[in-house]
């Protein structure tokens, strides 16, 4: 329960004895610390926070001036008014919270465009490389669609002389679903087959009237 306490204090932009004002009116109104009871001497809570005695003092100071506890000489602090420390929590705490989200999403914007100017340069450089080696491989790979007026239907590439009269090398066959690897010469070729082909630019225009 003491780090779950805390959590509070840690995201204000509070000073240190306001912060520890302000986690203890929290553990108030959850009911950690129930009107009326005692709460923990000035060398325990130091210890607790990990601050001074004095800097406790000062807390409890703050709470007694906005009615939420009570300092009694000799006594103690009890807590007097949990409707106190909601208003306290509302004035103060509210508003750092939203601070430190204000905060936290003017970093996550910053992070969001650093990203992108990253993936835009990423981009561009892999259009670049993507450009460069299109530039040197002369060879392109590309699918033809067999349609049913083509000369193809029902005949093999060989029988076609399908290299020969193209210059493009079929490298497989969508067929049905199922992908043909390096069909050989006298595979008969089908109605909707997809050839899978590699060859120049200009090959294609031949391939297509083929096909076609």
């Not at 509302?90 to 970093?107: F, I, K, V």
Request: aromatic residues 4%; contains cysteine.
């Amino acid at each position: 329960m003491k780090e779950q306490s805390l959590v509070t204090a840690k995201i204000s932009n509070l000073s240190g004895y306001e912060k520890i004002a302000l986690d203890i009116a929290h553990r108030i109104v959850r009911g950690e610390l129930a009107e009326g009871s005692r709460l923990s001497g000035r060398s325990v809570m130091s210890s607790e926070y990990g601050v001074s005695p004095e800097t406790i003092r000062r807390a409890f100071s703050l709470l007694e001036e906005i009615g939420v506890v009570k300092v009694r000489p000799n006594s103690g602090v009890s807590v007097e008014s949990s409707l106190c420390a909601q208003k306290y929590i509302d004035r103060h705490g509210n508003r750092d919270l939203t601070r430190d989200l204000q905060d936290r999403m003017r970093a996550l914007i910053d992070e969001n465009e650093k990203l992108g100017r990253q993936l835009n340069t990423t981009m561009r450089e892999l259009i670049a490389a993507t450009e460069r080696f299109s530039a040197s491989n002369p060879f392109h790979t590309y699918e033809c669609t067999i349609q049913a007026s083509s000369v193809l239907v029902d005949n093999t590439l060989g029988s076609i002389r399908f290299w020969q009269k193209t210059g493009a090398t079929v490298i497989a066959i969508r067929r049905d679903g199922s992908i043909l690897l390096s069909p050989g010469p006298e595979l008969i070729l089908r109605l909707h087959d997809i050839l899978v082909l590699v060859g120049s630019i200009s090959s294609r225009d031949q391939v297509l009237e083929l096909t076609s």
